[in-house]
């Protein structure tokens, strides 16, 4: 990228920005937030939010940001923009760019953490809010507690007071905050996220105090959530359009699509921002909002990522602009995702489903299949596979969903239909590539596979339906991925 000339964005510049703000008052509020994971999506969705519940009710709701990359150039980006930063909302008729000020301060760890468990004592703190992707949790899916033989596990439990690992860093700020707990608000792309969240947090805090346990799992909130908006990672084309409507040089904006979408478990005890009034939805029961779109969004995106990435097909929209992806992709919604979700009587699914094709069609977001494709091993599971056991147990077919699950097993192979090779990005890549690469025949690739026990449950792994449905779906694959696509449309 080419520097501009242009100042940098930074608090002074605000004056000159009335177009891009939320509103033109505005006093900064003391820190109540501490959020882990300060990536593109919770900057183009959650503090949006904040700042508009802010706008609307008040309250001291500031945002803490921390990131928990060991690299630093995140915070001393944002640091130098003091906080600031635009979010470029892209949609079919333009772009518009919005400053928001939630964002007070930003940490990274593993270097910041005195600081950070400082303010995580601090009592204003009431809500701690995560998008650690879910990599981030340290699970072990078989069990649903903390993953004993991850390494930054085992090395936390060694060293408790100066944790690096997200369980690590909630157990041992809880710690300080026995006489007022704050609320922990998981805003990953799991099914009952808080409450996975909470089985992790507790079964760590057991390894080292029962007592601590046993406390946090009858004080401590845990609310789970629906979190949507289609965020894309950063390019140059965004640092441009902010460049040209701000006039002030944004080296970290967000591109995003007009639409959000935040349902939350209402349940914070010491409180929390006027959500409500920025448009979440506050209720008692997440699970059926959760389902549908993890299911209808996340898993549509997942199948579309892998045949494109094997079809040679760039980004989501040129993907549904497809005739027959777009075929394929809405009998998989009607047919095989719909019936396995129960939803309220308001909750029109099929309308869901068409918005949802609407959606990915925006020619102005240019989401890249790559980026969906990534972490495949984390994410499958609650996208395709889940709704696969429910359809298997009813005796229901689910040929497209396991095309899915076959196309991502053909993914691992690390190269396109027309040989071009990709790298495979996954915290178990090293495994899933040998697995790939030792494994000549769909037979063998399936086999080898299945037993991978943090992926697939037993259950799942031991039926003979499945395996040949994954089997069927590789042999039509090897005849190419577009192919596939026609033969399930
Ligand atoms: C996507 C999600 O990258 C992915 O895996 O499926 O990030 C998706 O864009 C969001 O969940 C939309 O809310």
């Not at 919604?333 to 918005?355: G, H, K």
Request: glycine share 6%; charged share 20%.
């Amino acid at each position: 990228m080419t520097r501009s000339s242009s100042p940098r964005l930074t608090r002074h510049a605000l004056p000159e920005l009335h177009a891009h703000l939320l509103s033109p008052e505005w006093r900064d509020p003391a820190i109540g937030i501490v959020h882990l994971g300060i990536g593109n999506f919770h900057r183009a969705h959650q503090a949006l939010y904040t700042e508009e519940a802010i706008v609307a009710a008040g309250g001291e709701w500031g945002i803490c940001g921390v990131t928990l990359q060991a690299d630093t150039s995140k915070r001393d980006a944002l640091a130098a923009q003091q906080g600031l930063y635009s979010v470029v909302e892209r949609g079919p008729a333009g772009a518009r760019v919005i400053v928001p000020r939630v964002l007070r301060k930003v940490l990274a760890m593993p270097g910041d953490g005195a600081r950070l468990f400082h303010r995580l004592a601090d009592a204003r703190v009431r809500i701690v809010s995560l998008t650690v992707t879910e990599k981030g949790y340290c699970r072990d899916t078989a069990t649903a507690e903390v993953d004993f033989a991850h390494p930054g596990i085992a090395r936390d439990l060694v060293h408790p007071d100066t944790p690096r690992t997200v369980p690590g860093i909630l157990v041992a700020a809880l710690r300080q905050r026995r006489n007022n707990p704050f609320a922990v608000l998981s805003c990953d792309n799991l099914s009952h996220n808080g409450e996975v969240l909470r089985r992790v947090v507790c079964s760590y805090a057991r390894a080292l105090d029962a007592s601590l346990a046993d406390w946090i799992a009858e004080h401590v909130p845990f609310p789970s959530t629906m979190v949507d908006r289609i965020v894309p990672a950063t390019t140059d084309a965004d640092r441009a359009t902010a460049l040209a409507a701000l006039r002030c040089e944004d080296t970290m904006p967000v591109p995003c699509e007009p639409f959000r979408q935040w349902v939350i478990e209402d349940c914070f005890p010491a409180g929390r921002p006027a959500w409500e009034a920025a448009g979440a939805q506050m209720v008692d029961d997440v699970t059926p909002f959760e389902l549908a779109k993890l299911r209808m969004l996340n898993g549509t995106h997942s199948t579309m990522a892998y045949l494109a990435m094997l079809g040679g097909i760039e980004t989501v929209d040129a993907a549904i602009g497809e005739p027959s992806m777009r075929a394929l992709i809405h009998a998989m919604m009607t047919e095989e995702i719909a019936p396995t979700l129960s939803v309220p009587d308001s909750f029109d699914v099929f309308a869901y489903r068409d918005a949802l094709l609407h959606r990915y069609a925006n020619p102005a977001l240019k989401h890249r299949c790559a980026q969906i494709a990534m972490d495949g091993s984390q994410k499958i599971p609650q996208r395709l596979l889940a709704p696969i056991a429910e359809r298997l147990a009813a005796q229901q077919p689910f040929a497209r969903l396991a095309l899915a699950v076959a196309a991502w097993m053909q993914f691992l192979r690390g190269q396109a239909d027309d040989g071009t090779r990709f790298e495979i990005n996954d915290p178990l890549a090293a495994r899933l590539s040998a697995c790939a690469a030792t494994a000549g025949t769909a037979d063998a690739l399936v086999d080898t596979l299945l037993p991978i026990r943090e992926i697939f449950p037993v259950a799942l792994a031991g039926s003979a339906v499945f395996r040949r449905a994954l089997i069927d779906a590789l042999s039509v694959l090897r005849h190419g991925a577009r192919h596939a696509i026609e033969v399930y449309a």
